[in-house]
């Protein structure tokens, strides 16, 4: 029903924009009403006029498929069950892959120090990678070692110099020096680096044939092997390995 405006609700110098607006929803619903009641009434009588009942999805099937005959014999092919387990079922890479790992986490197997950022590794003079490859495989027996835990860097230098040169006049050729990983050290591993700068820029360095990280039987990236060279190398024995390197074309070991 639409509302009359009188006088009082029109006064002059008054703006209201929606002063219509109920009498325009109003008249919409009811428009709408009339038209689902329109449309409602065929439907709802059809079905009952008829007297027929909707069919089931089961009833539909069997009339579609009463005229179909079965396949016998060798024919018939078994459908393939669904999986129900993951969407995506695992691939055998993905099985060994996790097999891998729970043997790694489980027992320690496939571990390889080498592998890992804690490693490090170094050669002499003219010496192939071949050489520390060995090493670290445990080719060469570990005939002596030192432990330097608990020591300072200036104790623990004295100590290593002395195992060191002792290992030489001794003719030892592998040896294995434990360092530690310097996990507690808020700094980073300090013995771990000032084994490998004695070994590298040291007086000893002329001894080192190569040096590796040790395996995980013998310390891990806490220990370093050190392959000792025979005889150390000088300038007159760098000038003589050129000299054999340029007739053989081979590399010094």
Known sequence: MKRHRTKNDCSEGTFRPFENLRD????????????????SGPDKTDGCSKGENPQTEQELFADAMADVTPITGTRRHAAKHRHTGNRYPKTSCEQKTLEILKQLVD????FEVSHTPEYMEGRGYRVSREVTRRLYNGDF????????????????????MTFMEKAVTDGKRAVLIVHGRGLSSPVGPVLKRKVYGWLTRGPIRKWVLAFTSARS?????????????LRPVTKRFRKNRDLQLKRTGSLCR
Not at 25 to 37: H, T, V
Not at 107 to 110: A, D, I, Q, R, S
Not at 217 to 223: E, K, L, P, R, T
Request: proline share 0%; charged share 20%.
């Open 141 to 160: 027996a570990v005939q002596d070692h030192i432990d330097l835990h608990g020591f300072n860097v200036a104790a623990a230098r004295d100590a290593f």
């Open 217 to 229: 039987c013998d310390g891990g990236a806490g220990a370093t092997y050190v392959l000792l060279r």
């Open 24 to 39: 325009l929803l109003d008249g919409r619903s009811q428009n709408i009403r009339s038209l689902d009641s329109h449309r």
């Open 107 to 110: 027992f320690g197997h496939g």
